[in-house]
């Protein structure tokens, strides 16, 4: 059974960094795309990022709203993925799940973490 | 970047009913576009993808249709259970990209 679990939530002033973890297990995970999605209160969903796999250099992809402040990253050893947050904004704030790509596709999703940045 | 547009945004509807969700994008996109399903609380669950395939264990109440740059979701026969918020995703494109949401509540 696939098993997707985010941590590192919490909650941080505007300016401050944050560094979220998601575990894998279930699947081959060094050969998988992985997402990260978040979900503001009461919003709809908003793709923040892509890491490939190394087949494909580990390379990433970023949304506009978090492209050189946000940066991820993954171990495959450890099944891990990460999302190191800085220069975090109040409009931020948000659930962020990670997700396992198959194909094109967000097969696979975490139950997610909630980050909070307020003062 | 695709701008994906959904309609209606709310809708309304009674158990055993038939409805559509449309979504638009704002150039064409092949097949390339997937339905999600979110409950609240929940994270959101594949429903549909490349417009039209059925993800394994969904539903066949489930059916998505088109190509190009509109797309629709229908569920035929609702049950209490269907009663959630529903996003299409582009996934050919980056940045990847959803729409709204439609939230489909109970009448």
């Known amino acids: 059974e696939v098993q997707l679990v985010e941590s590192g939530g919490a909650l941080v002033q505007p300016g401050g960094s944050l560094r979220l973890s998601c575990a894998a297990s279930?699947?081959?995970?060094?050969?998988?795309?992985m997402d990260w999605v978040r979900q503001a209160p009461g919003k709809g969903l908003e793709w923040v990022g892509r890491?490939?796999?190394?087949?494909?250099?580990?390379?990433?992809e970023y949304a506009a709203s978090v492209k050189d402040r946000f940066t991820i990253s993954r171990d495959d050893s450890e099944k891990s993925l990460y999302l190191q947050m800085n220069s975090l904004k109040t409009e931020d704030t948000a659930v962020y799940y990670c997700?396992?790509?198959?194909?094109?596709?967000?097969?696979?999703w975490g139950r997610g973490t909630l980050v909070t940045v307020s003062s | 970047d695709i701008q994906l547009t959904q309609s209606p945004s709310f809708l309304s509807a009674s158990v055993g009913d038939r409805v559509t969700i449309t979504c638009r994008a704002s150039?064409?996109?092949?097949?390339?576009l997937a339905w999600y399903q979110q409950k609240p609380g929940e994270a959101p669950n594949l429903l549909i993808y490349?417009?039209?395939t059925l993800q394994s264990g969904v539903p066949a109440r489930f059916s998505g249709g088109g190509s190009g740059a509109e797309f629709t979701l229908t569920i035929s026969g609702l049950l209490p259970e269907d009663f959630a918020t529903y996003y299409c995703?582009?996934?050919?494109?980056?940045?990847?990209?959803f729409g709204q949401g439609t939230r489909l509540e109970i009448k």
């Open positions: 997700a396992r790509v198959w194909s094109r596709w967000n097969v696979n």
């Open positions: 279930g699947f081959t995970f060094s050969d998988q795309y």
């Open positions: 890491i490939r796999n190394k087949h494909d250099s580990y390379t990433t």
């Open positions: 150039q064409g996109i092949s097949n390339s």
């Open positions: 490349a417009a039209s």
């Open positions: 995703q582009e996934g050919n494109i980056y940045p990847v990209t």
